[in-house]
């Protein structure tokens, strides 16, 4: 069965750096690109960006190009979603998921981590 | 803003057919694909490449494209199909996903 497990809710200060992660399983991991899409409360679904964990070739929405850097371990079967100064507005569900090429869907997808940042 | 646009809501009594539109200039050259997202829960591909429906998904649920508008169609709405739909497909340039901004579908 493919799956990608997230790690777990966290909560967070200010300028406060975290780093979460996405393990896929039951496919080969570097051959299917990881993205990560956010969701903020009570609102829609935004990408992100994507890794290709192959190759490491990692591509960046503008609007959050410089926010947020991904990366994944192809040893381990893992990608990363860190950012190096939290702020309040990046209180939300992070969700990672699967796709294999740009005319193939986001399938499957994490279960997603709930990222809190409050003083 | 979204360069997909979606109708906030849709409503339908049960076991009639629901419609959900999705439209955008980048539609008519680049595929679209349909997520369901039930509250709490991750959001699930039901159909993508414009028409394909992923296995393990209910024969209801269909999709279809005219110009610039692509369109869910559910037949025979259930009870467990309330949920957010957000379609999806890929910016002006073909670079980047870009998603609509959901339609909360109410069964009545």
């Known amino acids: 069965e493919v799956q990608l497990v997230q790690s777990g809710a966290e909560v967070k200060k200010p300028g406060e750096s975290l780093k979460i992660s996405c393990k896929g399983s039951?496919?080969?991991?570097?051959?299917?690109?990881i993205g990560w899409v956010r969701q903020m409360p009570g609102k829609g679904l935004e990408w992100m960006g994507i890794?290709?964990?192959?190759?490491?070739?990692?591509r960046y929405s503008p609007s959050f190009q410089g926010q947020v850097t991904i990366s994944a371990d192809k040893s381990i079967t893992t990608a990363y979603l860190q950012w190096n100064t939290l702020k309040a507005s990046d209180t939300a569900m992070y969700y990672c998921?699967?796709?294999?090429?740009?005319?193939?869907?986001?399938?499957?997808w994490g279960q997603g981590t709930l990222v809190t940042v409050s003083s | 803003s979204y360069e997909l646009t979606q109708p906030p809501s849709v409503s339908v009594a049960p076991g009639q057919t629901a419609r959900i539109t999705c439209s955008g200039d980048?539609?008519?050259?680049?595929?679209a694909y349909w997520y369901q997202q039930k509250p709490g829960q991750a959001p699930v591909l039901v159909i993508y490449?414009?028409?394909e429906r992923p296995s393990g998904i209910p024969e209801r649920f269909s999709g279809s494209r005219s110009g610039t508008t692509v369109t869910l169609t559910i037949s025979g709405v259930q009870a467990e199909d309330e949920a957010d739909y957000y379609c999806?497909?890929?910016?002006?340039?073909?670079?980047?996903?870009?998603f609509g901004g959901g339609t909360k579908l109410t069964v009545l």
């Open positions: 998921a699967r796709r294999g090429s740009s005319s193939d869907g986001f399938d499957p």
């Open positions: 890794i290709y964990p192959g190759d490491s070739d990692t």
């Open positions: 039951g496919y080969s991991f570097t051959t299917y690109w």
């Open positions: 490449r414009d028409t």
């Open positions: 980048v539609l008519p050259k680049q595929y």
């Open positions: 999806q497909s890929e910016d002006s340039s073909g670079t980047y996903p870009v």
